[in-house]
């Protein structure tokens, strides 16, 4: 969520999902709109070969440079190493739509609302935020029933698209899980359970600390400076050989024993996307499942999704918490109506509704601070965004633009996927922050 940029995308993807990337493009003033950036129309990857202009490959590391990040956010496995989030041999539970007909009408009506962006005089359509802000799927659902769904880009019905940093919220969703449950105890100290963190700063923070991202650790992620901790961390994570003659970190854990301490815990919130790795490794260590199995188990196997879904993982094969998961449109809306019904999903109980309750409530505001302008005034806890508003609102976000975005008042679940050229979502909650409340207003009262 910082405002730095970079030039490229580095070494791996940890660095661009985990963090705030700007693309080369993406810096420019004037980028390529989302009509013309869209993967189809710029021709990647198409032909048997491909034009050798049109080839996005690895390790070249320019596959997160805008506009080829358009085309790449919906092929990650063909770059990086995954493990999957399998959702079983179960049959899909379909989702709830409206007739043909009142599906146009519903799709008509919400492309038509308009609503006023942060700091501008000039009013916007939905229809026309959607191009502003490069979606590439864009799903809503109203009262439990699918009422808009449209694709773009890369992305198709049956595609699966990069979530980014929203993967942060499934891995704080786990823990608080447990930590409801009593399978974790959230005033424990990191060390107590992973011994091996030794002298790192991690050690003396509690687990809930970890969960709200307000630790005391050093972590910098300015790209102007050649020594930033973002260059170590994207060394380390990366699942590519190693250059000869390297002699650091490798791995997301091993990186983590490292860390230095910096500030005291508990007094700020720091969004640092080493604390959701860090969290990653304690459910790892309580559990005694990778993170992909544990969503698996709770989550994707119980949830009657349509799809598989996947996450990146590093040299020794553990999985990217901060950033890792791609994921299928509709079965985002299922985790957000899910989250919506406290724990419930075609009549079944997951988790306990108090999970729900704890996040929907929000963390400390006081240590929120004011580094995120465009968000306004609210909190995070359990690694999901919690915007204080007058709907309840709170959201699971994402560079580029991911979003889940729940509104309890209107009933109503949001997702979107998209590929905006600057990574930070600072750059996008002017025009899309604004756009879900109309359309909640809209739906509130249109069908009550």
Known sequence: MSSSTSNFFAA?????VALVVSSQAGAQSAPLSAQESDPNVMGWMQGFPPPADKIITQPDSVYFSFPRLRWSVCHLREFLPTEEISRGLSAPVPLTYPSASEFAE????????TFMPQNSDAEMTWEQSLYANYTDGMLILHKGEVVY???FGCLEEDGKHAIMSMTKSFTGLMAEIMVVEGLLDDTALVRDIIPEI???AFATATVRQV?????????SEDYSDPNADIWLYSNAASPLPKPEGYVGPNGYWEYLQQVMPEGNHGDAFHYKTINSDMLGWIISR??????????????????????????????????FAGGGITAGLRDLG?????????GELNGQ????????????????????????????????TSQWWVLHNAHGAYAARGVHGQTIYVDPTAEMVLVRLSSFPKAQIGFIDPTSLPAYQAVAEHLMATRP
């Not at 791996?12 to 661009?16: D, E, K, M, Q």
């Not at 519903?106 to 609302?113: C, K, W």
């Not at 969960?211 to 972590?219: A, L, P, S, W």
């Open 12 to 16: 791996t993807l940890a660095a661009a």
């Open 106 to 113: 519903l799709r008509a009506e919400i492309d038509a609302v």
């Open 149 to 151: 769904e449209r694709y």
């Open 198 to 200: 030794g002298d790192s």
């Open 211 to 219: 969960m709200d991202m307000t630790t005391g650790v050093q972590y």
């Open 286 to 319: 309580v559990s005694g499942q990778s993170v992909t199995d544990v969503v698996s188990d709770r989550l994707w196997r119980r949830m009657g999704v349509e799809q598989d879904a996947y996450q990146t993982v590093d040299a020794k094969g553990v999985p």
């Open 334 to 342: 299922r985790l957000g109506q899910l989250m919506l019904n406290e």
């Open 349 to 380: 109980r997951l988790f306990p509704t108090e999970v729900v309750a704890k996040i929907s409530a929000g963390g400390d505001r006081s240590k929120f601070g004011d580094g995120f302008p465009t968000f306004g005034a609210g909190s995070y």
